[in-house]
Each structure stands twice: as C-alpha cells, then as structure tokens.
C-alpha cells in the first residue's frame, strides 16, 4: 500500500509545479509569489527525495498509468534512481538559485511583473520535471513548447530593448529546434504506430534488425537529435545563449543554463535508451557524429569564452563548452560514459547555477557594470559571493575535491574503447581544462585584486544570500569528494533505464 | 515521379517545409520570419494529417451502431494535429506580443537595422 503511495509522487511533482504556476497569477505580490516558488520546490525536492530512497531500496523503476488507461493507448509516467535523482538535485538548485538570486529580481524585472516572472519559474520547473519523468514522446513535444515559451519570458523579463531581441533570438532557434523535433515525431509515429516509449522501442528494434524502413529511421534519429541538439544548445547551434544570458537577471540565466538545458539532455538520454535503444543507436552510428559534435564544442566553446570580456557571457560560452563534455560522453557509447555524462549533468548544473548567482552578487556590489575588468575587487567588499565564485570556477576548471573534477576523471576512466577514442577523449579533455583555466582564473584573480582607489560596495549580500552560497558550495564538495555514492545510484538507473 | 504524384500532400508538406524555413532564416522583417516560421509548422500538420488519413474511411464516430474498424481512420494524428496547432497558436502570439514591445522601444520591425540600433546602444554603455 505504502510503495503504491510513493508510486504517485511524479505526477505530484508536476502537477504541484503547474498548480503553483496558476496560484501565482491569482496573488497580487511579489514576495507571496516568491514565498509559493520556494515551498513548492522545496515540497518537490522532499517528495523526489522519498521517491529516490524507496527506488534505490527496491533496485525497481515503475510506470505510472495517467487516469489508468493501460499501455498502448494512455499516457504514462516513468521514473527510476536517475529521475528521482535528477528531479532532487533539480529541484533543490532550482530552490537555491531563486533564494539566492531573488534580490536582484526584485530590482531588475519590470515592476509589477515580479509575479508573472515566477508563474514563468514554476512552469520551467513543471516541464523540466514533466520532461524527466515522461514516458510519450508527444508529451515530450508539448511540455519542450511550454518550456520554451516560459524560458524566453524570462529571457526578457528586464524588459529592455536588447533583452527583447535576445528573447526573440532564443524563440527563434528553440522553434526551429522544435519544429524539427516534431517532424522526427511524427515520422516515428508512421512508422511505428505508438507514442510511447516502450511500444515504439519494441517496434523500432524489429524494423532494424529486419531492415526494413531503413532510410525513414535514419532521418528520423537525425531530425530527433538535430532538434534536440539545438535545444540544448550543442555547439554550433548555441548562438542564442550569450545574449540571452547577459541580459536575462542572474537567477534566470542560471536556471536557463543549469536547468532547462538539461532537461533536454536528459530527454535525448531518454530517446537514447528507451526509444531508439543502444542497438539502433549503435547501428545507425549516431555515437559517432555526437562525439564528435562534443569535442568540437569542448574546445569551441572554451576559445569563444576566452575572448570574451563580459562576465555572464563568458559563462555562457562556457555553458557550451561542459554542454560539449556530456555529448561526447554520450558519443563514447560505453555505459561508462553515460554514467560520466550523466554525473556531469549533476555536476554542472550545481556548478553554473552557483556561477550565475554569485555573479550576479558581485554585479551588484560593482553597481550592475557586468564587464569582467568592472569586477575588479568586487571580492574583497562582497567576501560571501567571492568565495563562492572562486569554488565554481575552480570546479568548472577541474580541480580535485570540487564537482568538475569528478566528472572529468569518469569521462577519462570510460574512454576505454580503443587506442584512437582514448587519445582523442584525454586530449580534448587536456586541452579542455586548460582552456577553462585560462579563462576562468583572470576573472578570480580580479575579484581577489586591489581595486583601485576606494571603492564602496554598491549593495551589502544578504543573510539568505550568504546561507545559499555555503548551501551551494557544501553540494559542490559533495558532489566532488562523496561521488561514489551518486554514481552507484546513476549505475542503477541507467541499468533499469535499458 | 509516380511516387510524388501519389504522395502529392507530403510532397506539398515538404515544399512548403521548405518555404517556411528560408522565409525564417532569411527574411529580416520579424512579420514575415514568424509568418515563415508559421508557414514550417503549418506544413508539418499538413504531413502529419495526410499521414494519418485513408482515403474513403471516415472519422471514428460510431452513429449507427455498429463499429467497423474498417470503415474508420485513426484518430490520434488527428488529436495530435490539434494539439501542435494550440501550441503554435501560442507561440505566435507571444512571438508577436515580442514585436510589439520591440517596435516601441526600436520603431522598426527590420531585424538588421533593430540589431545596428542595439549594438549601439550596447557600445554607449561600456
């Protein structure tokens, strides 16, 4: 009785997400909106925490019958270790980015919107929960369009000229993304016959090995990957985020980057394993073409950062370039590597949404100059975000004991599938971290640099802030000294997700 | 050719795929890229509906008793038509909401002149 219990608490997330997304348009200020954001992520991050324990206690995944109707007709629900997992750490970031980032959104976005900015957080924390537990791939299309359009809402949330067109810039690329998605879906539906996951995997396996419909699955597995590759903002398809990020508030912009582009991932995860299944993969060498597609944005992605001079678009083209890490784990076809990617996932969303807030703090110290010369001694009169800041960049870096040293070490242990592939996947990696070092270490050394002249700090951090920042940087140790437990559990998941 | 000839609504799909999707990249007033962008989605319920329709079946609306399955068409691409049309409903009107509030700050609705304008105003504040 009791485990039936649990077995509903996916679908309460999401509908707690939704439900909080509508409560917020009826309350007439900000603060309560901010207040109902926070006790609905936290009740998510509680129930996916439950939901976790009981799933790795029973080593089981289960699917969940949307108003009972059974298999190949209804909708369903799925979840396993690694989206209760995902869901947790999801939530509990997404609770520490807003805590953490709310000052600013209460003096940058338009007043007297405050409130529709947070329906538009609850409905990016709904879909990205909707996009991890979903088991029908055209709830997938839906809740990416909903995610969408609540993301470029807060793109422009500051309501300027510029940050506009950013959103614009981001509608148009995430529709040309999902315009290609929805085409790869229903080429999949014509083939197949089903909408859910397991049905089209059973089918799909027998057309392979038949060899039937060969050049439609093809173009299928493209469109699907091209069009989530997109979303996600794969290296040459990332145009969109520099700009979306710099003129977004720094609570948006580390949910966008650490968040909502993961939640595609981990749908491509998903198509990866319980819709085209490794075989087909295999078969088809989509590996291939992501693995190289990953190594190019590692260093692609690293080299635009290093030329950049403002500090949130200098995260932002490092997005892409740890976006780049967990494609080419995928592409090293090992289940090795999908657990290294998958740890990655963790480890830069906990790493980039502490990025984006403790920049933002420093931003403000600085008086809202986001310049990374601006920020010089913004550090020593704002200790609390420059601690904070310095610990992520040292993870983004790869330095042992912080979360990006984790990842990388597994991304070098999978890479064992031949002389070819290893050296491949440690030069990039090698060259990767120098790069990151590169770019990343001018900018802490001036936040810890004399400013010159005296300088006063423009805003003072407060309490909530400095508890999200030592919350932030203990997931960050976590994440980098206590992996072996996380990864057991993604072990887990991934098995009972094949 | 005989293939296209019999396939004429998925080939009609695919060519104004294609309009839509140069109209989108190409076009620099923000009017006509959303049209395009409209046209692109507007296609692939074209493909979607022809893909899910048998000539001489009707809808599964079972009027007179009796329910043959072969005298109807499945009518989940038909719901699918319908969502993907609510969707795209929605993007187009915050997409054109975006313009709006793009032409009071800019006065234009051209994307190049709209990107000079902001590059300047970029370079006044640093």
């Keep these: ?498 | 050719m005989e293939h296209l000839m019999h396939n004429y609504y998925e080939a009609a799909a695919v060519i104004l795929f294609g309009i839509g999707f140069m109209n989108l990249l190409l076009q620099s007033n923000l009017i006509k890229k959303f049209i395009g962008l409209n046209i692109m989605d507007t296609a692939v319920y074209l493909f979607l509906a022809a893909k899910g329709f048998i000539y001489g079946r009707v809808a599964p609306i079972v009027t007179s008793g009796e329910a043959v399955i072969e005298r109807f068409v499945n009518p989940v691409p038909s719901g699918l038509v319908l969502t993907g049309i609510v969707v795209s409903v929605s993007v187009t009107a915050f997409s054109l909401a975006l313009i709006i509030r793009l032409y009071k700050v800019y006065h234009t609705f051209d994307m190049d002149e709209i990107m000079k304008l902001a590059r300047e105003e970029e370079k006044r504040e640093y």
């Design chain 1, 1 to 498: 009785m009791s485990i039936n219990w649990i077995h509903n608490f996916p679908f309460f997330s999401i509908f707690l997400a939704m439900l909080g997304g509508i409560l917020t348009a009826l309350l007439n200020d900000g603060k309560k909106a901010l207040r109902l954001n926070q006790l609905i992520t936290l009740i998510v991050a509680i129930l996916s925490l439950c939901l976790l324990l009981n799933v790795t206690a029973n080593n089981e995944s289960f699917t969940f019958m949307m108003g009972h109707f059974p298999a190949p007709w209804g909708n369903e629900l799925r979840a396993g270790p690694l989206e209760a997992l995902m869901a947790f750490v999801f939530s509990i970031l997404m609770f520490l980015t807003v805590t953490g980032g709310q000052r600013e959104i209460f003096s940058d976005v338009v007043s007297d919107k405050v409130k529709y900015f947070f329906i538009m957080i609850n409905l990016i924390f709904g879909s990205i929960l909707a996009l991890i537990y979903t088991n029908d791939v055209f709830t997938a299309y839906v809740f990416i369009e909903i995610n969408t359009i609540a993301s470029c809402a807060v793109v422009m949330a500051k309501g300027h000229g510029r940050s506009i067109i950013a959103s614009i810039h981001y509608l148009i690329m995430s529709s040309l993304g999902s315009g290609l998605f929805l085409i790869g879906l229903c080429l999949l539906y014509d083939i197949t016959g089903h909408l859910l996951m397991p049905n089209i995997q059973e089918q799909l396996i027998l057309l392979s090995r038949s060899g039937e419909y060969a050049l439609p699955l093809t173009v299928v597995c493209g469109l699907v990957f091209i069009g989530l590759a997109i979303k996600s903002a794969l290296f040459p398809f990332h145009t969109m985020l520099p700009n979306a990020y710099d003129n977004s508030t720094s609570a948006g912009a580390g949910i966008l980057s650490g968040l909502v582009l993961k939640s595609y991932i981990i749908l491509i995860l998903k198509f990866i394993f319980q819709v085209f299944s490794l075989e087909v993969i295999q078969a088809l060498k989509i590996e291939n073409v992501l693995f190289v597609f990953g190594i190019v944005g590692m260093i692609m992605g690293s080299i635009y950062a290093f030329r950049e001079v403002r500090i949130k678009k200098m995260l932002a083209y490092s997005s892409v370039a740890q976006i780049g890490y967990i494609f080419m784990g995928f592409g090293i076809g090992n289940m090795a590597g999908f657990t290294a990617s998958c740890f990655h996932i963790l480890a830069h969303a906990a790493t980039k949404t502490l990025l984006f807030v403790s920049a933002g703090s420093l931003i403000e110290t600085n008086g809202g100059k986001t310049g990374i010369r601006d920020l010089q001694g913004a550090g020593r009169l704002n200790p609390f975000a420059g601690v904070a800041y310095s610990v992520g960049a040292l993870s983004m870096v790869g330095i042992p004991l912080f979360a990006g040293f984790a990842s990388k070490y597994y991304f070098a242990l999978s890479a064992a599938g031949g002389k070819l592939q290893l050296s491949i996947v440690l030069t990039a990696l090698a060259v990767s971290m120098i790069l990151n070092a590169i770019y990343f270490i001018p900018t802490v050394i001036s936040i810890w640099s004399k400013p010159e002249g005296e300088i006063k700090p423009k805003a003072e951090p407060t309490f909530s802030f400095k508890c999200v920042c030592v919350a932030f940087m203990m997931i960050n140790f976590i994440l980098g000294i206590f992996f072996q437990p996380i990864i057991a559990v993604i072990e887990q998941g991934l098995r009972l997700l094949g």
